[in-house]
C-alpha cells in the first residue's frame, strides 16, 4: 500500500466479514459492452493531479481498443469503504486498484475475479510480473485476484548534508550503526531519525519488517499469533529508538502524518527517515535533492534464529475486476494495457513508483542510483505482509498498540517486553474473536 492509505476500524472490521453474497451482476450495470467504469486510487499530489495523469492514457486506450473508460478517483481515505458498499451491493466498477495489504481480505469476500493461468494468458502471461509482487496479490494457494499496477518498497532517506557536516561518509548498514549514527546525529535542534510514531498503519508496516528480521510469524494459516517473543522483541526495538538511544524527538509520538517528517528531513531538523516515500514528496516540502540520499534500511548485525533478511515489505498498488462485470473481455484488455511495458514506464515515471514488469526496468528513467536501492529491495529483500482476510485488523491492532507505546515513551512511562507481548496477546484475543 502507498504512503497515505488509511481507513476506518469499523471498515476494516467489516472487511473481515463482507461476503460476495449481495453482488448479482450490477458491477457495471449502466455501462455497455464499449464502456468501462475504473476507480483509481490517489497516487499523485491531488485527485486532480491523477485525472491529468490518466486521462491522456485512457483516450490512448479508447483510440486502440473502442471502449470507453469512465474515471472516478478516490482519495484513500474513502477508497476501501466505497469497495466494501461494492462488494456488498454488487454496484461498482469495472475494474479498481487496490492498496495490495487488502489483497487477501478482499479476497475472500469473493467479489473479485481470479486470475487463473487463463486469465493470465489473456493479459499477457505470469512471468511479466515481478515475482515478489505477485506474492501480495493474495492468499497463497489460490489464484490471485489482482496483479500488480505500481511497486514501491521501504527505504532509508538520508540528508546527505547533516552526515557531512557530521563526518559520516556512509549510510548504516546495520542497526547497530544505525544507532550510533544516530546518535552522531543527535544535537540541540537536530535529531538523528524521525518516525511516524503516531500513524497506525506506519507503526505496523515497522513491526512487520522487524518482526520478520527477528524471526517472527504472525499467523499460522489464518490463525493469530502475534504474542511471540521475537514480535515482542522487534516492537522493543523500534521503540528503543526513541525510548533507549534517545535518537528520536518524543514530539514524534504525534506525528500521524509522513509530510511532517519529510519536513523534518528536508529542514535538518532529522538526518534519517524510514518510508516508502517518493523523490517527488520530499521535493513538495522543499528539500534539495542534492542533499538527498536513500539506501537500504539496516539488517541486524546477527540474525536470531529463524530471522529473515527482510527490509521491506511488498509495499504497492493491485489492480483488479469485479466478478461480476458485464464487459469481462474489455476490463482484461484494460489491464493488459495498464500492465503493458509502454504504461508501466510512463505511469510509474511519472508516480516515482516501481515498474512491477520486468521489462520495464530497462527505460534509463529506472536505472539511477536510488531507484536500483528501491528495486533490489523489492526483488531480493521484501516479504509480503500476511496474505490473511484479517491483515487489515492486523496492521490496526499493532499500529494503534504501538502508537500508544510511543505515546507513552514520550511521557516518560516505561515500555518493556513484558507489557509489549500483553498487548500483542490482547490483540490476538481480538483477531480471534473477528473484532
Same mark, same amino acid.
Given at each position: 500500500m502507498g504512503i497515505r492509505q488509511m481507513a476506518s476500524a469499523a471498515a476494516l472490521t467489516l472487511l473481515a466479514a463482507t461476503t460476495v453474497a449481495a453482488c448479482g451482476g450490477g458491477g457495471s450495470s449502466s455501462a455497455g459492452p464499449k464502456e468501462l467504469v475504473y476507480w483509481a486510487s490517489n497516487q499523485g499530489t491531488s485527485l486532480d493531479h491523477d485525472r491529468? $495523469?490518466?486521462? @491522456?492514457?485512457?483516450?490512448?486506450?479508447?483510440?486502440?481498443?473502442?471502449?470507453?473508460?469512465?474515471?472516478?478517483?478516490?482519495?484513500?481515505?474513502?477508497?476501501?469503504?466505497r469497495i466494501l458498499a461494492a462488494t456488498t451491493s454488487g454496484k461498482g466498477p469495472d475494474v479498481l486498484n487496490i492498496g495490495n495489504t487488502w489483497s487477501a481480505s478482499l479476497q475472500a469476500t469473493g467479489a473479485l475475479l481470479p486470475f487463473d493461468d487463463a486469465t493470465f494468458a489473456k493479459i499477457g502471461g505470469r512471468d511479466r510480473f515481478l515475482g515478489p509482487c505477485l506474492a501480495a496479490t493474495g492468499a497463497e494457494g489460490k489464484p490471485p485476484t489482482a496483479v500488480p499496477l505500481y511497486g514501491q518498497a521501504y527505504g532509508l532517506y538520508y540528508n546527505k548534508r547533516l552526515f557531512r557536516e557530521a563526518g559520516i561518509d556512509k549510510p548504516p548498514?546495520?542497526?547497530?550503526?544505525?544507532?550510533?549514527?544516530?546518535?552522531?546525529?543527535?544535537?540541540?535542534?537536530?535529531?538523528?531519525?524521525?518516525?511516524?510514531?503516531?500513524?497506525?498503519?506506519?507503526?505496523?508496516?515497522?513491526?512487520?519488517?522487524?518482526?520478520?528480521?527477528?524471526?517472527?510469524?504472525?499467523?499460522?494459516?489464518?490463525?493469530?499469533?502475534?504474542?511471540?517473543? !521475537?514480535?515482542?522483541? !522487534?516492537?522493543?526495538?523500534?521503540?528503543?529508538?526513541?525510548?533507549?538511544?534517545?535518537?528520536?524527538?518524543?514530539?514524534?509520538?504525534?506525528? +500521524?502524518?509522513?509530510?511532517?517528517?519529510?519536513?523534518?528531513? !528536508?529542514? =535538518?531538523?532529522?538526518?534519517?527517515?524510514?518510508?516508502?516515500?517518493?523523490?517527488?514528496?520530499?521535493?513538495?516540502?522543499?528539500?534539495?535533492?542534492?542533499?538527498?540520499g536513500v539506501a537500504p534500511i539496516p539488517m541486524p548485525d546477527q540474525f536470531p534464529p529463524g530471522g529473515?533478511?527482510?527490509?521491506?515489505?511488498? !509495499? =504497492?498498488?493491485?489492480?483488479?475486476?469485479?466478478?461480476? +462485470?458485464?464487459?469481462?473481455? =474489455?476490463?482484461?484488455?484494460?489491464?493488459?494495457f495498464m500492465t503493458s511495458t509502454e504504461e508501466q514506464v510512463l505511469l510509474n515515471k511519472t508516480y516515482g513508483s516501481l515498474p512491477t514488469v520486468k521489462d520495464a526496468y530497462g527505460d534509463p528513467a529506472f /536505472? +539511477?542510483?536510488?531507484?536500483?536501492?528501491? /528495486?533490489? $529491495?523489492?526483488? +531480493?529483500?521484501?516479504?509480503?505482509? @500476511?496474505? $490473511?482476510?484479517?491483515?487489515? /485488523?492486523f496492521e490496526t491492532l499493532v499500529g494503534t498498540a504501538m502508537k500508544s507505546m510511543f505515546a507513552d515513551v514520550a511521557a516518560g512511562r516505561t515500555v518493556d517486553v513484558a507489557g509489549i507481548k500483553a498487548k500483542l496477546a490482547q490483540a490476538d484475543q481480538q483477531l480471534a474473536a473477528g473484532s
Amino acid at each position: 500500500m502507498g504512503i497515505r492509505q488509511m481507513a476506518s476500524a469499523a471498515a476494516l472490521t467489516l472487511l473481515a466479514a463482507t461476503t460476495v453474497a449481495a453482488c448479482g451482476g450490477g458491477g457495471s450495470s449502466s455501462a455497455g459492452p464499449k464502456e468501462l467504469v475504473y476507480w483509481a486510487s490517489n497516487q499523485g499530489t491531488s485527485l486532480d493531479h491523477d485525472r491529468r $495523469v490518466l486521462e @491522456p492514457e485512457l483516450a490512448k486506450f479508447t483510440q486502440r481498443t473502442g471502449i470507453k473508460v469512465k474515471l472516478e478517483v478516490i482519495g484513500w481515505p474513502d477508497l476501501l469503504n466505497r469497495i466494501l458498499a461494492a462488494t456488498t451491493s454488487g454496484k461498482g466498477p469495472d475494474v479498481l486498484n487496490i492498496g495490495n495489504t487488502w489483497s487477501a481480505s478482499l479476497q475472500a469476500t469473493g467479489a473479485l475475479l481470479p486470475f487463473d493461468d487463463a486469465t493470465f494468458a489473456k493479459i499477457g502471461g505470469r512471468d511479466r510480473f515481478l515475482g515478489p509482487c505477485l506474492a501480495a496479490t493474495g492468499a497463497e494457494g489460490k489464484p490471485p485476484t489482482a496483479v500488480p499496477l505500481y511497486g514501491q518498497a521501504y527505504g532509508l532517506y538520508y540528508n546527505k548534508r547533516l552526515f557531512r557536516e557530521a563526518g559520516i561518509d556512509k549510510p548504516p548498514a546495520t542497526w547497530s550503526e544505525l544507532v550510533e549514527v544516530g546518535k552522531k546525529l543527535t544535537k540541540p535542534g537536530q535529531w538523528g531519525l524521525t518516525l511516524q510514531a503516531g500513524q497506525v498503519t506506519e507503526n505496523a508496516h515497522h513491526a512487520a519488517i522487524l518482526g520478520a528480521q527477528h524471526g517472527a510469524r504472525f499467523f499460522n494459516g489464518d490463525k493469530p499469533a502475534l504474542a511471540s517473543d !521475537a514480535a515482542a522483541d !522487534a516492537i522493543k526495538q523500534y521503540v528503543d529508538l526513541m525510548q533507549v538511544h534517545k535518537i528520536v524527538n518524543p514530539s514524534n509520538a504525534e506525528y +500521524t502524518d509522513t509530510a511532517k517528517s519529510l519536513k523534518d528531513l !528536508a529542514d =535538518g531538523k532529522a538526518a534519517m527517515f524510514m518510508n516508502q516515500a517518493s523523490a517527488g514528496s520530499f521535493q513538495a516540502v522543499g528539500m534539495k535533492m542534492e542533499d538527498l540520499g536513500v539506501a537500504p534500511i539496516p539488517m541486524p548485525d546477527q540474525f536470531p534464529p529463524g530471522g529473515r533478511r527482510v527490509n521491506s515489505f511488498v !509495499a =504497492g498498488i493491485n489492480l483488479a475486476v469485479f466478478k461480476n +462485470t458485464r464487459n469481462l473481455d =474489455g476490463a482484461l484488455k484494460f489491464v493488459q494495457f495498464m500492465t503493458s511495458t509502454e504504461e508501466q514506464v510512463l505511469l510509474n515515471k511519472t508516480y516515482g513508483s516501481l515498474p512491477t514488469v520486468k521489462d520495464a526496468y530497462g527505460d534509463p528513467a529506472f /536505472q +539511477t542510483e536510488d531507484v536500483k536501492v528501491f /528495486q533490489y $529491495v523489492l526483488s +531480493t529483500t521484501a516479504e509480503p505482509l @500476511p496474505q $490473511v482476510p484479517q491483515e487489515s /485488523q492486523f496492521e490496526t491492532l499493532v499500529g494503534t498498540a504501538m502508537k500508544s507505546m510511543f505515546a507513552d515513551v514520550a511521557a516518560g512511562r516505561t515500555v518493556d517486553v513484558a507489557g509489549i507481548k500483553a498487548k500483542l496477546a490482547q490483540a490476538d484475543q481480538q483477531l480471534a474473536a473477528g473484532s
